[in-house]
């Protein structure tokens, strides 16, 4: 018997480190596993600079053959060239990079990358006779993919604000670069992968790293107004996308640039003092490079110097980055007011920006909180569908509302709390008498569970939440208490991106825009459309709060 159990256990044993050897072989090489595991490795670091670049292609069906190189040398970029869409190849991009004060004599420096088939040295060498200068010490070499890089080994070429110090790669003829310092080559990586994979381009950073850009400051404007505009439901991808539900129908339809002209054409006309993108940004099944798709929509807040907050929806966190790794990349990113919150409790992304009052004012005017209303339902069995803000989310909302409320009321005007999830609420399809203004659409997925964030809300003096999630529902509802005086406006945003269902009768995509008016304590809200007779026009216009408080819609 015990004979029996020891080569029961040898045997499992073995078979557990031939598992993990073989997992551990096809990851290193083919990054078999999810990316989420891997996360997103910074491409950077302070004080480094690049000395050589280069690519490294390899097959699955060949198991000598590997895409890694000698790792005392050489940082691999740990995205696939080819985003796992070929059937067999793979390809990496790789970095040499030495710490300044450990550059010898000679070691040359990386100044400058191009890509193209010609060698640029021709062009350079023509610039520079017309010029009477002598480039002879740097020289344009080539490397796979049709990359060229220029190296010196001039004294003081790491000190240059010419030198590389960042590389990185994003996907597809629409991909931007939004981050600050950063610049994108012009020409796409030479793979030789076909149509179905996007582009890969270089995008480079040169000289020393930008500091991280100043947090802006939210304030109401002079004459006591302010302007958030909600977008909803973005679903990017990687590439420009495909349309889903699309109108006009049998028309050729782009998903990502379709979608951003329509926010860039309500962003400038509307001109909000802040976006909140609440979840959804990402259409993580077909954004298998996040980075790319996150800075499509960052690019144009950052052109039109919108501050910004977002928070996630069950989408995101589907492609290549977890939520955790998104945010600290979004963070960092030019006019972003977002943050990752408290580690102690459940989720990323629950937090609070206040918005200062009139001139120079320090005292809060208005409270905007976000939460995290995660993806799906961790008990499938019992609750089906969707998951739920969880009771130390609550308890942290409670506690943190019920700190600021001091503060608050030294604000000689009407101070106001409003809230932003992605997952609707349960009450928004079973509130106490609610009322809509706007026709309810199509089934609400609220969680099947009510943890009760919404009496918390109430509790805390919340005038008014909303959502995306649902991309047809675009609809405000309020619900009453127990004395008939309205509780809590719920609404929906209704979806922007082209890159999610619509449907249900024809869907014209939307935005929703909420006015402030801290003078009279007052919040009206309407819809702006992408598509149809009433594009240009306020749609379902409506006051929601007056004096501080949710009141009843005006009836026509």
């Known amino acids: 018997m015990t004979r029996r159990i020891v080569r029961n256990i040898i045997q499992i044993s073995t078979a557990a480190v031939i598992t993990f050897l073989l997992i551990f072989f096809l990851d290193r090489n083919f990054r078999v596993l999810p990316n989420a595991i891997h996360e997103y490795l910074p491409t950077h670091h302070a004080g480094l600079v690049i000395t050589d670049i280069t690519v490294t292609t390899c097959t699955s069906y060949n198991p000598f053959s590997s895409c890694d190189l000698d790792t005392s040398v050489w940082h691999r970029i740990d995205k696939d060239l080819h985003l796992g869409k070929t059937l067999f190849s793979h390809a990496y991009l790789h970095i040499s990079r030495k710490r300044e004060e450990e550059l010898k ?78 610049s994108m080559t012009g020409t796409p990586m030479l793979l030789e992968v076909g149509r179905s994979v996007p582009s890969a381009h270089l995008t480079v950073r040169r000289g020393a790293e930008h500091p991280p850009p100043a947090k802006p400051v939210l304030r109401i404007r002079d004459n006591g107004k302010f302007k958030i505009v909600q977008l909803a439901d ?70 039109h110097k919108i501050p910004y907050v977002s928070i996630f929806g069950n989408h995101d966190d589907e492609g290549s980055m977890s939520r955790a790794a998104q945010m600290d990349l979004i963070e960092t990113l030019p006019y972003s007011l977002s943050h990752a919150g408290p580690e102690s409790i459940d989720g990323v992304g629950n937090y609070f920006i206040e918005v200062l009052g009139r001139g120079s004012s320090s005292h809060s005017a208005l409270t905007v909180y976000l939460l995290d209303t995660h993806a799906y339902s961790p008990n499938e069995r019992k609750y089906p569908g969707y998951d739920w803000i969880k009771p130390n989310q ?46 309810w659409k199509e089934p609400t997925t609220a969680p099947t569970f009510n943890s009760g964030f919404h009496d918390a809300l109430v509790e805390e003096g919340v005038v008014m939440v909303s959502c995306g999630h649902d991309h047809v529902n675009e609809y405000c509802a309020v619900d009453f208490k127990e004395d008939g005086k309205p509780a809590l406006w719920m609404c929906y945003a209704g979806a922007a991106g082209f890159g999610g269902y619509a449907g249900y009768g024809g869907f014209h995509r939307k935005i929703r825009v909420f006015d402030f008016d801290m003078n009279e304590g007052r919040i009206n809200t309407w819809k702006r459309v992408e598509y149809g007779e009433d594009v240009g026009k306020k749609i379902d216009e409506v006051m929601i709060v007056d004096g501080g408080h949710p009141v009843r819609p005006m009836q026509d």
């Open 105 to 182: 004599e000679g070691d040359k420096v990386v100044v400058d990358v191009t890509v193209g088939r010609l060698d640029p040295s021709v062009a350079d060498a023509e610039k520079a006779a017309a010029k009477g200068v002598d480039n002879k010490n740097e020289k344009w070499e080539s490397r796979p993919a049709g990359l060229w890089v220029k190296r010196s080994s001039k004294k003081g070429a790491s000190d240059s604000k010419k030198a590389v110090t960042g590389i990185d790669v994003l996907f597809g003829d629409d991909a931007v670069e939004a981050r600050e310092g950063w």
């Open 234 to 303: 973005l679903h990017l991808s990687t590439g420009v996308g495909a349309c889903r539900d699309a109108l006009p129908e049998g028309q050729k339809c782009e998903a990502d640039p379709r979608t951003l002209d329509f926010v860039t054409k309500i962003l400038e006309e509307e001109k909000p003092d802040l976006v909140v993108l609440s979840g959804d940004q990402v259409n993580g099944e077909t954004a298998p490079d996040t980075q790319t798709a996150i800075f499509k929509y960052a690019q144009i807040l950052i052109k």
């Open 394 to 439: 609550i308890e942290w909302f409670r506690s943190t509302a019920q700190g600021l409320k001091k503060k608050h009321r030294e604000y000689t005007h009407v101070h106001m709390d409003v809230a932003f999830i992605h997952i609707p609420l349960p009450e928004y399809q079973n509130g106490r008498n609610l009322t809509l203004v706007s026709p």
